[in-house]
């Protein structure tokens, strides 16, 4: 049901930053729990980070600690703040509805996503 665009990906070296941007279409965004999943070469897309309605999250093993999962209700927007890159988060990252546990994706239907790479 939600429409996203995600965006902000991109090239960087080991060690550095990016901040991903999920933006979402329509007024009901507010009542959706939402995350970002990734998917590298030649692996299954998995859950990175997902943020309830009101703010509680919940992270991949692989990532607590560097990454950082926000929204902004207002501007229907979800973020990832990633820190402390590593080439193993070379990847397309994805962003989707959650369940109530904010485990898995709940839309059957996956957008583009954005491109990030990382790498010496």
């Known amino acids: 049901q939600v429409q996203v665009v995600e965006s902000g990906g991109g090239l960087v070296e080991p060690g550095g930053s990016l901040r991903l941007s999920c933006a979402a279409s329509g007024g009901f965004f507010s009542f959706f729990a939402m995350g970002w999943f990734r998917q590298g070469p030649g692996k299954q897309r998995e859950l990175v980070a997902a943020?309830?309605?009101?703010?509680?999250?919940n992270y991949a093993e692989s990532v607590k600690g560097r990454f950082t999962i926000s929204r902004d209700n207002v501007k229907n927007t979800v973020y990832l703040q990633m820190n402390s890159l590593k080439p193993e988060d070379t990847a397309v990252y994805y962003c989707n509805r959650v369940d109530l546990s904010l485990s898995y994706a709940t839309d059957a239907s996956w957008g583009q996503g954005t491109q990030v790479t990382v790498s010496s």
């Open positions: 943020i309830s309605t009101g703010g509680y999250t």
